[in-house]
């Protein structure tokens, strides 16, 4: 196992501990609480709803607005509830799903609410 800090700014190996209990990057001087970061990047896999409650793989969820779907001649009404949902962190339509009379689709999250 490797002790090496990367950098969160550049991703550079060459990592040193500075005062403070700071890290500090030797290739762009970029200097951070190594504690903070790991903290942030567990927050940052987490998607939120539209009222900030966090969703898991499973949940049930509610459309909160008529969403437009392209090629359908109807929208997804405002109160549709959506079953077992999959979250994909790395996209921007980040909930996929199966909507009755629509198939499978992908959603934002902005646009549900937890069920």
């Known amino acids: 196992m490797s002790d090496t800090v990367l950098c969160p700014k550049c991703s550079s190996e060459f990592t040193y501990p500075s005062e403070n209990n700071m890290m500090t990057c030797s290739q762009c001087f970029y200097e951070w609480n190594p504690e903070e970061t790991t903290a942030e990047s567990s927050n940052e896999k987490k998607i939120l709803d539209s009222n ?3 969703l ?3 949940d ?4 909160i607005k008529d969403l437009p779907v392209k090629g359908a001649p109807k929208p997804v009404k405002a109160g549709t ?6 979250l994909r962190p790395d996209s921007d339509h980040n909930i996929d799903c199966k909507i009755d009379g629509f ?8 646009f549900v609410k937890k069920a």
């Open 81 to 86: 509830k959506v079953k077992n949902i999959r």
């Open 52 to 54: 900030g409650n966090e």
């Open 56 to 58: 898991q793989d499973g």
């Open 60 to 63: 049930s969820v509610v459309v």
């Open 103 to 110: 198939g499978s689709m992908a959603l934002k999250s902005e």
